[in-house]
C-alpha cells in the first residue's frame, strides 16, 4: 500500500473495538425512539428497525423515507449515551497521525458523535476532514451516491485511496471506485464471540467477496505493517 496517499476511516466498530458495546446502547435508543414516535411495542420496534436497516442502509433512511422523520431529531435522541466505554487509544493515534498523506473520517453517523468518539479515543486533531451523513442529505453508505459526494468534497484520486470499514458491504463501491479496501472484522469476531448467528465466517466471506482486498481484526497492527 505504498501507493496510498488518503487514508479513509469509517468510525464506529472501526476506530475502536465493537465489544466495549457503545453501539449497542445507540441501538437501544433506536428501538426507544421507534417505539414512541410510531407507538408501536419494543418488539415490533426491533423488527421495524432490522427492516428498514437491510432496505435502506440505515433504520434513519427508513423512517425518513416512510414515516417523514426529521433526521436531526432522531440523531439527537440516539445519541444521547455514555461514551466512557470508548476509552483512549493512544498508539492507534500516532499510527494514523504517521500515515503519509491525508487522513478522514466517513461515517453514516452525525458530526456530534463523531466528535465525542474522537474525543475519548484521543485523536484530536489527527483527522484532515471529516464526511457525516447530513453532507449527503441523510443517505448512507452503501449508496452509490454517498461516496461520489465524499470524494468530490476532498477530491480523491481513486488509485491512491483506501477506505477501512467494519461493515464489508459499504466496501463495494469504493472497490468498484477503484480504492484499495481493507475490511475490518472486529465487529463480526464480536458477534460470533457472543453466539449470534453471522451469515458467514471471516474466510468464507473474504472468498466470496471480491471488493475486499484486505481485512485484519487488528488496525494498528494492520496499519505498521504497511
Known sequence: MDHIKNWVFDLDNTLYKAEC?????????????IEEKLGIDSGSAQALRTQYYHKYGTTLRG????????????????????????????ELAKTIKNLNGKKYIFTNANLGHAERVLDKLKMNGVFDGYFDISESDYLPKPHMPI???FQKKFNLPNNETAMFEDLHINLKCPHELGWTTVWITNNLEYNLNRDIKAQNDIERIMKEKDYIDHSTDQLENFLNTV
Do not use: T
Request: charged letters at 25%.
Open 147 to 149: 461516496y461520489d459526494a
Open 21 to 33: 458495546g457503545l453501539f449497542d446502547k445507540v441501538h437501544i435508543l433506536m428501538g426507544r425512539f
Open 63 to 90: 423512517l425518513m423515507s416512510e414515516h417523514q422523520i426529521d433526521p436531526d431529531e432522531y440523531l439527537e435522541y440516539v445519541h444521547q449515551i455514555n461514551y466512557d466505554v470508548v476509552l483512549p487509544n493512544v
